[in-house]
């Protein structure tokens, strides 16, 4: 065994084959807005005829399209993932469901007042992006993830489109709404929150009736909460509902709160989970 | 059980107590410079009478004594592994060995011409650090971890100052340099490379007579390499070396490679191996 | 690098230095009967002067003493972890809270009608045993942790005696009833099911005054369910109950049932989290 | 929440479905006995039409069929994979390669004088055994693992028979023998080590022409040994080898010796890393 190991080695090990982020805009008729959004691209995507498997990867409240990327260190993971086997080759989107960094313009991934974010995505953005990105684009190779607000809007989308996604795994998930509204009316968190009370994840199982219950029971469901998390109880309170109305799914809760180092964990969870969970019946 | 959570209870969470990460100089006169580090101070820091346990947490090469911090998320995941217990409370030292981000400035934890870094180490820059920052201060209390270059420095530190540390973990370790030196002879990579094959770690452990090894023995040894790295070879290397040798370490090969996945993974197991080892005779 | 390895080194390689289980029996006055026991011994007990932690670890309903170290395959495991110093050396002690592998003799941990146990447990079982296996046996050196039936033990006996345990580590617990009970009265299931509702731990953390609460703030927590065992909301329960109350705990909820493949990981956590604890203030 | 948990729930959760062991015999004309086997049948197996992947699970020097079962708790894990979506469905088989617990008759995987058991494996075992349980039984649903003597076994029948397997997953694998032979001549452990020394998996790689490496490469291969396994340095070279001939494999090494807690959690892994390669190009 040679002990030879330099420098030059090193940053030739940096140039390895690899995947990569790319930043992309659509103009949308409903939002009357460019909406921004980063793309996850395999390595080697394009060089075939191949169509891939697609992820959405939704940001958190206060988050834009680019946090996965820049805090999550979601492409280095996704390499070693694919490279290992453990994910398989996909296309990776993160669009944004906000504006900017000051509080007034982040608005969330439901309708309501001034802002239709769910109708622009399934109608407007879905279509267009996996028309551009050479993805599969059915049910079976489709999956939805993200974090706290993002894993609320995860959840709610499968629960309202379960014939578009093949698995929803939700991290430190927003789950809904039932108290007072601190914020001054018509502010973006009062909407925010408002539309999570309308839209609430727990209430949905509760009410949902058993033609329903058979359509949940065909998407693959993930629950990963921190034990220090402040939204522990609605991950847990709507892990039972699920469980008692025999829509199977899976709960995890490790040790820590809302933060990145629990998202980085999960994602890393995530990506094989939608793997094979991809192309089941 | 309450389904009320709210953005109010969002961003409460964000105040969560915690550990911070400061920013110091020291004035070098062995170098003749200026040298920057990052220090982690954990939650309740400097409220009591305590002194911590400390940590040296080196670099690799090509980065600086901002790295851990910005691209490791190490403060996060200290925080974490404390509330949790895995970790003790400690003081976590992230001194820079290189100067910018331009090549020529990058100059490692050796002695070299010009640049006598382990001199600056041990007899400046620890009393200084460990004067300033409420440090117990003994080999008892004191372990040193790092990644690639540092992951050799932290090794070789340990070799000739096993009485200053209770652990080295050392990270996808550049451990010594024994082929043909490519760069331009007195460029600073040339010098980086002459200096890991003067200092090999390798070399170190095949010609320790017996007294040598003793003392290697009070040190607790954990060397952590990715299948893929290129430096996998020279881990397994010295592990077996010492293994023969009689002085006990741990060895692991993960999946993956020469990256802050990797690293940051490491992190989590480094610091309660740190802990653990911390006060044991 | 040589390639020889044989038989004669697998065979030498079975006889490395380890732990041992010895089966023990101790005579109860206040039972009226013998009670049998298993105890882990580690490597090199006996050796020194030196007295060492000691973790009391329960069986479940159905089970008996030898439990743990037949089916949990604990000796294996704890060797394990102290040879990578993720557990320290330690005595562990296996009670038998039961008789045989029919239904009727079986008891628990409770004082009921007919069989103080918990009176046995503290004022025979526990001086002898320390006695005899040189344990330090003080509050700071004594954990206690089980499974199922043991899981709720050791949470109850953790609750009406925490200036006696440093830690507790509750697997898959069963932790009180609160139903109609089928089992004819007086059978021994019966006698259990309500010896669970006098001492349920849920009420008796709903019932706790602050003077009891500072009591319990003194034991390190840790409960740990999976989430498809039959028993999580209760866990879920009695953690919510806890935080509300800042009595901090920790919880886990992995992939699981009420099996031993839980309960075997659960012990690869729970003997370091015993460990990290033991001597803390 | 109801509180109501009971030892009725406690019997109801022992009877979940859940997949099974069996026993079973085949007579083999090359080795002129019986060979026993155990079949792990999946929850659900033989219900419908479906036909199954299938994995041969080899034991170690020493063991018989029945230890996996039987030590290594594989049933419970394969359910609860399985359960959760990490395995997918599939026929586990377990063949002896010995006859008892007695030393003289122990055989091995590899053809010696008076045991052709490769021979036997392969024209007599796999397709009586494939025919019987329903298994697809092509090579994009067939894969081989093992522990030790059987982590030898399967590296070698893949090396041999690559158009035959899609994954190959060595657990503290027995690779090859260089050295002595100090069992007596005609023994049965001199004839497993001679042959060994035939059949070396590290011989075969040094020796591979470029065409056989394209045939290995259509094998996915993974490597698992503890750091304190005294068959570690076998495994390393291995990688080396492969890694240098660009045969793709990955390699870990965890915390362990030689021993069932090792296996078990190789188990974990192998089982999905087995499943997410059934089916790919």
């Known amino acids: 065994m040679k002990a030879f190991c330099s420098l030059v080695l090193f940053?030739?090990?940096?140039?390895?084959?690899?995947?990569?982020?790319?930043?992309?805009?659509?103009?949308?008729?409903?939002?009357k807005s460019d909406v921004m959004y980063?793309?996850?691209?395999?390595?080697?995507?394009?060089?075939?005829?191949g169509r891939y498997p697609v992820v959405y990867l939704l940001h958190g409240f206060g988050q834009d399209y680019?946090?996965?990327?820049?805090?999550?260190?979601m492409r280095i993971l996704a390499d070693e993932l694919i490279e290992s086997g453990e994910a398989c080759e996909m296309v990776i989107v993160m669009p944004n469901a906000g504006g900017s960094d000051t509080m007034r313009e982040w608005n969330g991934y439901m309708n309501m007042p001034g802002w239709n974010y769910e109708d622009f995505f399934f109608t407007e953005f879905m279509p267009a992006v996996e028309r551009k990105y050479r993805v599969i684009g059915d049910k079976q190779h489709r999956a939805v993830m993200g974090l706290s607000m993002?894993?609320?809007?995860?959840?709610?989308?499968?629960?309202?489109?379960?014939?578009?996604?093949?698995?929803?795994?939700?991290?430190?998930?927003?789950?809904?709404?039932?108290?007072?509204?601190?914020?001054?009316?018509?502010?973006?968190?009062?909407?925010?929150?408002?539309?999570?009370?309308?839209?609430?994840?727990?209430?949905?199982?509760?009410?949902?009736?058993?033609?329903?219950?058979v359509r949940l029971r065909t998407v693959r469901w993930f629950f990963d909460?921190?034990?220090?998390?402040?939204?522990?109880?609605?991950?847990?309170?709507l892990h039972q509902l699920m469980r008692d109305r025999k829509v199977k799914d899976e709960l995890r809760v490790r040790d820590g709160q809302h933060n990145w180092e629990y998202w980085h964990q999960a994602l890393r969870m995530a990506l094989p989970f939608a793997s094979r969970n991809f192309g089941r019946p």
Chains 1, 2, 3, 4 share one sequence.
């Open 11 to 31: 940053f030739a090990s940096l140039s390895l084959q690899a995947g990569k982020v790319v930043s992309d805009t659509i103009r949308s008729e409903i939002l």
């Open 38 to 49: 980063n793309v996850y691209l395999p390595d080697g995507f394009g060089q075939g005829e």
């Open 66 to 73: 680019q946090a996965w990327s820049r805090d999550g260190l």
């Open 150 to 213: 993002g894993g609320g809007g995860c959840t709610i989308y499968c629960q309202r489109h379960p014939d578009m996604f093949s698995s929803c795994y939700a991290m430190s998930a927003w789950l809904g709404f039932s108290g007072e509204n601190d914020y001054p009316k018509g502010s973006k968190p009062h909407l925010v929150q408002e539309s999570m009370r309308e839209h609430s994840a727990i209430s949905f199982i509760e009410n949902a009736d058993e033609q329903t219950l």
């Open 225 to 237: 909460c921190g034990d220090d998390d402040f939204l522990l109880d609605l991950n847990v309170r």
